[in-house]
């Protein structure tokens, strides 16, 4: 799938090996425009990035897209599942809490709630998440009892002031000032054009003894060599860096960055999401599983075997997506 013989000189941008790396020609999937990018995988740190940014690549974030499409107020409407949200997430978030913990085995918190539960956080902790979106995550901790969280995101139409108190701003990490003791990207960190300046800026913004959590798709998985060009967390071209653990490794050491602890959390999107890519089904289709199950290409029972093989892959280190700790050295 992936043996491929066109190469072109590439400065690479984590390494800095400046080589004739191997081209993959990859089309834009997830709204089936089926335009074309470049990627090149350096032949040293493995690392997948697209050969040119795109100079309009606002065009690729429509309305609607991802994490901009919902409004998190609509979850807590009834009292009651308001309640139990704030229960599970409190118990998600930080490990603690007896009721939460019965209601997160029946109704499980999100993964990049349940992310957080591996560092050493108060309610009080202050938190950044960066490339937020609408600020989901963020509205959950704040309904859950976190009262200094912001959020960030340069793609957002405008600043959001939700009413319990949340505010989302429209900017870049290089903006915010302050200091954090926890510092957060949920798939968002593999969208920047110029990644060290961004770990920089972490850098900068981080309290002493604060965590960096970073949550992204791995190149150095099975997805991308089953799947190739048509793996679905390649997304083309939004995805501007798909990381080896080489390739995250050296980059997070160059700000003096050391990687404390590595999740593998990926599911069952790798495989139907690929397998779609593959008989050229986009995400946002009618007949996509994300859009129609009923109609999709899956039986319920193929959709259980791809969750119980990626279980599998992440106790390999293999599924394709993880969560990295990284703390100052
Ligand atoms: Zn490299």
Avoid at 6 to 33: D, Q, S
Avoid at 51 to 72: Q, V
Avoid at 115 to 139: E, F, M, P, R, W
């Amino acid at each position: 799938m992936n043996s491929l013989s066109e190469t072109h000189e590439n400065l690479c941008r984590i390494c800095g090996l400046n080589e004739h790396h191997p081209i993959y020609r990859v089309l834009e999937r997830m709204y089936g425009l089926n335009e074309e990018f470049l990627y090149f995988q350096c032949v040293q740190c493995k690392c997948l990035q697209i050969e040119n940014f795109p100079e309009d690549i606002w065009r690729y974030y429509p309305k609607g897209y991802l994490s901009f499409a919902t409004d998190p107020s609509l979850l807590y409407s009834k009292p009651i599942e308001k309640w139990a949200r704030c229960a599970r997430d409190s118990y998600a978030a930080l490990g603690k809490g007896v009721l939460g913990k019965w209601i997160e085995k029946i109704y499980p918190a999100p993964e990049d709630l349940k992310a957080l539960s591996h560092i050493s956080l108060t309610k009080q902790s202050k938190i950044l998440d960066v490339g937020c979106g609408a600020g989901t995550l963020l509205y959950l901790l704040c309904e859950a009892g976190f009262s200094n969280v912001l959020g960030v995101d340069p793609y957002i139409d405008r600043d959001i002031n939700y009413e319990n108190g949340l505010f989302i701003s429209r900017q870049e990490i290089q903006e915010v000032e302050g200091s954090w003791d926890l510092i957060m990207f949920h798939h968002s960190f593999e969208h920047m054009k110029d990644p060290l300046k961004v770990l920089q800026s972490v850098s900068k913004l981080l309290n002493s003894g604060g965590s960096c959590l970073i949550r992204i798709p791995l190149v150095s998985s099975l997805a991308w060599e089953d799947y190739g060009v048509h793996w679905v967390q390649l997304d083309a071209p939004r995805h501007f860096f798909l990381h080896s653990l080489d390739s995250l490794k050296t980059l997070v050491r160059k700000e003096k960055f050391h990687i404390e602890d590595i999740v593998f959390d990926s599911d069952e999107f790798q495989f139907w999401g690929s397998e779609q890519y593959k008989k050229d089904i986009s995400l946002k289709s009618e007949k996509s599983y994300s859009v129609n199950p009923a109609h999709s290409i899956f039986s319920q029972k193929q959709i259980d075997q791809f969750r119980k093989k990626a279980v599998q892959l992440n106790l390999e280190a293999r599924g394709d997506q993880a969560v990295f700790y990284l703390k100052k050295e």
